[in-house]
C-alpha cells in the first residue's frame, strides 16, 4: 500500500522524494468512515484548553524537560515540592511578576536596589542570596554557582552530586529558605529569620534527611508507609471520670505562643475551660 503512494501513483512525477515519503508513511485504510476535523495541537486530534492557550502564547516549540516530572520524587517536605514545580514556570510573585501583572509599578529588588527582582535574582544573584551561598560554602557546602545560566543551574544543582547523595535535598532547602526569608522581609516581619543562616539550614538540612531516612527504613521494615492516616476523635472517660484535654501552638518557630485547654465529664458535658497567653517560645515548648 505505501509502494502504491510512492510509485505507482499520478502524483509521483510531481513530487519530489522527501515529500512522497512521507505521504507513504500513512496506511489507505478501506471503510466507508469519511473524513473529520481534528485539533493538530494534540496526538488525539482533540481540542484542549492547555494546547489552546499554548497556540496562542506561542508555546508548542518549547522544549519540555521532563527532570520536573521528578519533582515529587524528591527528598524534601511537600511544600518544597510545589515551590520547586513552580519555579521554571516563572510562577514566583517576585516584583517583575508583579510589575507584569500591573500589580506594582516598581520591578527593583528592595533588598540590593537591583533594577529588576526575578525569580534568579531573588535565589542567586542578589547580595542576601550570596551571603548564604557563601555562609553554606564556608561549612563544606559548595554549589555550582556562577557559569551556568538559571535553567541550568537549577537543573544541574537539582540532580544531585555524586560527592553528596542528598545534595538535592540541600540545594531545594536552601532556595525554598531563601524564597521564605524574602517573603518575611516584605512583610515587615524579619523576627523568624536566622542571624547565622547557613548554621540554621544545617540544622534542617540534619532534621529533614533525618526524617526521610527513618521513612525509608520503616516502610522496608513493615513494608507499607511509615505514616499511616487515622481519625482522631475525643473518647470519653470512665464513668466518675474527667477528661482533660490542651493544646499549643506557637505562630513561627519561635513566636508568638498561646495555650488553651477544656475539661469534661464522662458524658461529654463541658465543665470548664482555660486559654494560657504563652508570650514568645517554639512550638514544641508550647505544646509541652
Not at 24 to 43: H, N, Q
Not at 54 to 68: D, Q, S, T, V
Request: charged fraction near 25%; aromatic fraction near 12%; glycine fraction near 6%.
Amino acid at each position: 500500500m505505501r509502494d502504491y503512494w510512492c510509485e505507482d501513483t499520478k502524483i509521483s512525477p510531481y513530487l519530489p522524494t522527501y515529500t512522497l515519503k512521507p505521504i507513504a508513511s500513512f496506511v489507505l485504510i478501506r471503510d466507508k468512515a469519511g473524513d473529520d476535523l481534528g485539533w493538530m495541537e494534540t496526538p488525539s486530534g482533540k481540542l484542549s484548553v492547555k494546547s489552546a492557550l499554548a497556540l496562542l502564547r506561542n508555546e508548542r516549540n518549547m522544549i519540555y524537560n521532563p527532570m520536573w516530572r521528578w519533582v515529587w520524587h524528591f527528598k524534601v517536605p511537600q511544600r518544597i515540592k510545589l515551590f520547586t514545580w513552580i519555579l521554571p514556570h516563572d510562577k514566583l510573585l517576585t516584583n517583575t511578576t508583579r510589575a507584569r501583572r500591573h500589580l506594582t509599578t516598581d520591578p527593583s529588588c528592595r533588598e540590593c536596589g537591583a533594577s529588576l527582582e526575578d525569580s534568579e535574582h531573588i535565589l542567586r544573584f542578589c547580595l542576601k542570596a550570596r551571603d548564604v551561598w557563601a555562609s553554606l560554602k564556608a561549612i563544606g557546602l559548595d554549589f555550582v554557582f556562577d557559569e551556568l545560566n538559571f535553567m541550568e543551574w537549577l537543573i544541574h544543582n537539582i540532580r544531585g552530586s555524586y560527592a553528596d547523595r542528598d545534595w538535592s535535598t540541600k540545594f531545594l532547602m536552601t532556595l525554598w529558605y531563601l524564597w521564605k526569608w524574602r517573603c518575611l522581609t516584605c512583610l515587615n516581619d524579619s523576627r523568624d529569620i536566622p542571624r547565622s543562616k547557613g548554621k540554621f539550614l544545617l540544622v534542617r538540612f540534619t532534621e529533614i534527611i533525618r526524617a526521610f531516612e527513618k521513612e525509608d527504613l520503616t516502610r522496608k521494615r513493615n513494608q507499607e508507609p511509615a505514616c499511616i492516616e487515622q481519625l482522631v476523635r475525643w473518647e470519653s472517660p470512665p464513668g466518675g471520670w474527667v477528661a482533660l484535654n490542651s493544646d499549643g501552638a506557637a505562630k513561627g518557630n519561635p513566636g508568638l505562643a498561646a495555650a488553651g485547654g477544656v475539661l469534661r465529664d464522662h458524658k461529654g458535658k463541658w465543665l470548664m475551660g482555660f486559654t494560657e497567653n504563652l508570650g514568645r517560645c517554639t512550638s514544641m515548648k508550647a505544646e509541652i
